[in-house]
């Protein structure tokens, strides 16, 4: 079966500091893999997708990049953090191209603290 | 710009009361359309799909309403318990030709015991 793992599950940087956030799949092949942000009481905001290695889309120009190193391995970084990175990021997956059924598959998120 | 829009943005309903949510979409691309369920902390989970050529999907409590004229599509709660409280969102895509959700803003509902 897939599974999907997101982490650190808590984290709290200062501000100007770097940040990574690792997520891998297990159980699929080339899956889409996205990064969603969820600020308190908010809905899901698309930051980044992924349709491949190294093909990455951005959705919102903002402090953040992703790369996608191997097939089943999505990073969300930044170099220098701001107050308002601080939220609920969480990762995510879908079947690859050419399938109808796009549900996608969240990981547990990653709660980060800018202070 | 959100692709979906829903309402309300919280409610509280009494056990065994029915709770409803509504979504409204402008994209008539749009082909499919979960409702995902998140427990703070958590990642949200797809709870029930709907597809535009069925007007009702039911799945034990849970039941979806289309209504393809209208670009409406909305959630009921049938016998809300208290572990029902949780924040439910709406979505929809494209298909094979989109690889993303558009979700809504989100739904608290809390239920009473």
């Known amino acids: 079966s897939q599974t999907i793992h997101q982490w650190p599950a808590t984290l709290v940087q200062p501000v100007g500091s770097p940040l990574s956030l690792e997520c891998t799949v297990e159980?699929?092949?080339?899956?889409?893999l996205y990064w969603y942000r969820q600020a308190a009481g908010r809905g899901l905001q698309l930051l980044f997708y992924?349709?491949?290695?190294?093909?990455i889309s951005s959705e919102v120009p903002q402090n953040l990049s992703a790369s996608r190193p191997q097939d089943r391995q999505f990073i969300l970084s930044s170099k220098k953090l701001l107050l308002s990175d601080s939220g609920f990021y969480l990762c995510?997956?879908?079947?690859?191209?050419?399938?109808?059924?796009?549900?996608?598959?969240f990981g547990q998120g990653t709660r980060l603290t800018v202070v | 710009q959100q692709q979906v829009k829903q309402s309300p943005q919280s409610l509280i309903v009494q056990k065994g009361g029915i709770s409803i949510i509504n979504c409204a979409y402008e994209?008539?691309?749009?082909?499919?359309f979960p409702w995902y369920q998140q427990f703070p902390g958590k990642g949200p989970a797809l709870l029930i799909a709907i597809r535009p050529d069925v007007s009702e999907k039911k799945e034990g409590r849970f039941t979806i309403s289309f209504n393809k004229s209208a670009k409406q599509f909305s959630l009921h709660i049938m016998d809300s318990q208290p572990g029902d409280s949780a924040t439910y969102f709406c979505a929809a895509s494209a298909g094979a030709n989109d690889y993303k959700l558009s979700f809504g803003a989100g739904t608290t509902v809390t239920v009473r015991a």
């Open positions: 994209n008539t691309a749009f082909d499919y």
């Open positions: 159980g699929t092949s080339n899956p889409n």
């Open positions: 992924s349709v491949g290695i190294g093909q």
């Open positions: 995510a997956w879908s079947v690859g191209q050419g399938i109808i059924n796009t549900e996608a598959f």
